[in-house]
Antibody, heavy 119, light 110 residues
C-alpha cells in the first residue's frame, strides 16, 4: 500500500528539541520531493520545508535555522529535526509527497502527528 | 511569506455552484502557474483537488475546477453536494523554492 506514516510527536517543553519521522511505503523517497506541513489547533495549513530528490532542501522563514529536514534513503524515511521549540509550534505535523506530474503539489499525505509545546 | 487570502466561509445549496478566491501577490500566485487546492474534512489529512492552477488528479470529480487571473486564483465547485462540506486551502509556489498556503475557507452546504 502506498502511504506515509508520521511518528515522533508528543509533549515537549519550550526550548526543547524533537525529531519527527515519516516512513514511506510503496514508493521511494529518493525519487520524489517530500514536504512537512503543520496545522495548529483550529488553524490553517502552514508549509514548513521541502526536500527534493537531489537532496536540496528549503524552509519557511518561520522555521529557518530551527528546523532541519533530512532523509534516510536506506530506510525510506524523511525526518524533521525541530530545535528551540516554542509554544506556537504546537500543531499537527504532516509529511506529504510531491505529485510527480507537478512541480509543486502534494498528492499523498500522512495522518499527522501531534506536537504539543508546553511547560 | 504571508498567507494567501481566502474568504473565511462560503455556502450554497445542493446543486448550486460556489467559488472560493485565493488572493496572493506578484511574488507568489501572480508569478507562478503552480497553484494547488486541497480539501480537508475534520480530523483528516488534506486531499489534493487541483494542481498547476487548472489540472485535476485522477479520481477528482470534474465538478471541481480551478482558474487564475493575475494575483488571484479561484476554485469553483459546481453541482454542490453534501460531501463537499469541508475546509479548502489554496497553495502557491513562492520565491526561493518556498510555498505558501491560503488562510482556508469553510464550505457549508445548506
Amino acid at each position: 500500500e502506498v502511504q506515509l506514516v508520521e511518528t515522533g510527536g508528543g509533549l515537549i517543553q519550550p526550548g526543547g528539541s524533537l525529531r519527527l519521522s515519516c516512513v514511506a511505503s510503496g514508493f521511494a523517497v529518493s525519487s520524489n520531493y517530500l514536504t512537512w506541513v503543520r496545522q495548529a489547533p483550529g488553524k490553517g495549513l502552514e508549509w514548513l520545508t521541502v526536500i527534493y530528490s537531489a537532496g536540496d532542501s528549503y524552509y519557511a522563514d518561520s522555521v529557518k535555522g530551527r528546523f532541519t529536514i533530512s532523509r534516510d534513503i536506506s530506510k525510506n524515511m524523511v525526518y524533521v529535526e525541530m530545535n528551540s521549540l516554542r509554544v506556537e509550534d504546537t500543531a499537527v505535523y504532516y509529511c506529504a509527497r510531491g505529485y510527480i506530474f507537478s512541480h509543486d503539489a502534494f498528492d499523498l499525505w500522512g495522518q499527522g502527528t501531534l506536537v504539543t509545546v508546553s511547560s | 511569506q504571508s498567507a494567501l487570502t481566502q474568504p473565511r466561509s462560503v455556502s450554497g445549496s445542493p446543486g448550486q455552484s460556489v467559488t472560493i478566491s485565493c488572493i496572493g501577490t506578484s511574488s507568489d500566485v501572480g508569478a507562478y502557474n503552480y497553484v494547488s487546492w486541497y480539501q480537508q474534512h475534520p480530523g483528516k489529512a488534506p486531499k489534493l483537488l487541483i494542481y498547476d492552477v487548472t489540472k485535476r488528479p485522477p479520481g477528482v470529480p470534474d465538478r471541481f475546477s480551478g482558474s487564475k487571473s493575475g494575483n488571484t486564483a479561484s476554485l469553483t465547485i459546481s453541482g454542490l453536494q453534501a460531501e463537499d462540506e469541508a475546509d479548502y486551502y489554496c497553495s502557491s509556489s513562492a520565491a526561493a523554492y518556498t510555498r505558501v498556503f491560503g488562510t482556508g475557507t469553510e464550505v457549508t452546504v445548506l
